[in-house]
């Protein structure tokens, strides 16, 4: 539906898109898993393709020896992540707010779920990785820094994709310079061709290896609407919907 930089959006049956935003959907994928992908799987491509060290693309085995911590994993961008981290090999630890988004971050994939709300997330993460985290994907940079900065390993880096519950972001800069942080923003639309173009080709490969599955057993709940009850798929992600609202334009 997202008509960025466009006079139309696409819940529509047909819409004309510039065409190099349109990708052809891999035969082992249905149009659920193509509905879900667009942006959190792009946005998660860019928040795990962005540390210093590396690397620039996923593949199974980038992220061999490396620990992502996925903040809000239940969340569509936070799903995504686990699951490609999890496809790249990384050891993979999330934080979810409740019992319910645990068992759907785990069925995502994620080895660990930390509940954020609960006992001492930072002890709990420094149990699961002692020398730390490599990256971080944040959709609550101002609620959470402290518990990155808490976690995070020499070098390491937070890519930043949203600041859910809009706290301000406060800066310990002598901090930050001690543990040498990487602070990665990001928006998919202003990240450039080349980033948009490789993630597009990796996520592909991921979709091919049936790694980014979506679906309630698969921790990415899906919630259905006609293509006439448009307002109210609106309504219903305006609503805290969790997982992913879709649009069925052909009933
Ligand atoms: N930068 C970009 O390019 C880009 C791309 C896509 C989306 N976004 C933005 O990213 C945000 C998330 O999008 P989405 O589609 O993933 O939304 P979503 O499906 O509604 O998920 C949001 C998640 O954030 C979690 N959350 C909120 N506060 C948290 C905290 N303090 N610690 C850990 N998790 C927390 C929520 O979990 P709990 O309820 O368990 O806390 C929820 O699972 C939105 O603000 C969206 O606009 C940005």
Redesign the pocket.
């Known amino acids: 539906m997202a008509a960025a930089g466009r006079p139309t959006g696409t819940a529509a049956e047909f819409t004309v898109v510039p065409a190099e935003q349109a990708v052809q959907l891999p035969d082992e994928a249905g149009f659920d898993v193509g509905a879900a992908l667009g ?2 799987a792009l ?1 998660a491509h860019r928040a795990l393709t962005v540390a210093e060290d590396g690397p620039r693309r996923l593949w199974p085995g980038a992220l061999d020896g490396k620990v992502v911590l996925a ?2 994993g ?5 799903h995504a992540v686990i699951q490609l981290a999890r496809w790249a090999g990384a050891t993979v630890i999330s ?4 019992p319910e ?1 645990a068992r759907l971050a785990t069925a995502a994939g994620a080895h660990h779920v930390i509940n ?1 709300r609960e006992g001492d997330p930072a002890a709990e993460i420094r149990a699961i990785a002692p020398d730390g985290v490599d990256i971080v994907a944040e ?2 940079l101002g ?2 820094l402290a518990l990155d900065l808490a976690v995070l390993r020499t070098r390491g880096t937070i890519s930043t ?2 600041n ?2 809009g706290r301000p972001v406060e800066l310990n800069v002598v901090r930050n310079m001690v543990l040498n942080t990487r602070f990665q923003f ?3 639309y202003t990240a450039g061709p080349e980033a948009r173009a490789a993630a597009v080709q990796d996520v592909t490969a991921a979709v091919r290896d049936g790694a980014l599955p979506v679906g309630e057993e698969h921790g990415l709940p899906l919630t259905r609407f006609p293509l006439d009850r448009t307002a109210d798929a609106h309504r219903a992600v305006e609503g ?1 919907a ?1 997982g992913k609202v879709l649009v069925d334009v052909m009933s």
Do not use: F, I, M
């Open positions: 942006v959190p946005t903040a809000g239940a969340g569509a961008v936070g934080t979810v707010s409740s988004k954020y959709v609550a609620a959470n994709y949203a859910e519950g990001l928006v998919l805290g969790v």
